[in-house]
């Protein structure tokens, strides 16, 4: 299976800009989409209200910290 896929635009100005795009993230992007979908549509949630919440809710993260302390082991966890 390919790791890394390389896009070239040609631009009109004669630079040409290239892009990579890593394949295993898209592909997991895709299907945890495509597994929401199903989701929505077997507990018959409107599918673009559910992605619209979770934009949303996406969104709004950044900024948040989340810090948990079990005896002598924590986990920070900061999302910018």
Same mark, same amino acid.
Request: hydrophobic share 55%; net charge positive.
């Given at each position: 299976?390919?790791?890394?896929?390389?896009?070239?635009?040609?631009?009109?100005?004669?630079?040409?800009?290239?892009?990579?795009?890593?394949? !295993?993230?898209?592909?997991? !992007?895709?299907?945890?989409?495509?597994?929401?979908?199903?989701?929505?549509?077997?507990?018959?949630?409107?599918?673009? +209200?559910?992605?619209?919440?979770?934009? +949303?809710?996406?969104?709004?993260?950044?900024?948040?910290?989340?810090?948990?302390?079990?005896?002598?082991?924590?986990?920070?966890?900061?999302? +910018?």
């Amino acid at each position: 299976m390919p790791q890394l896929v390389t896009v070239r635009v040609a631009r009109p100005t004669g630079r040409a800009v290239r892009l990579w795009v890593p394949v !295993l993230p898209v592909v997991l !992007l895709i299907l945890a989409a495509l597994g929401a979908v199903v989701a929505c549509l077997v507990y018959r949630i409107e599918v673009m +209200r559910a992605f619209g919440t979770g934009w +949303r809710l996406l969104c709004a993260m950044p900024g948040t910290r989340v810090d948990v302390r079990e005896g002598r082991t924590g986990v920070l966890v900061s999302i +910018r």
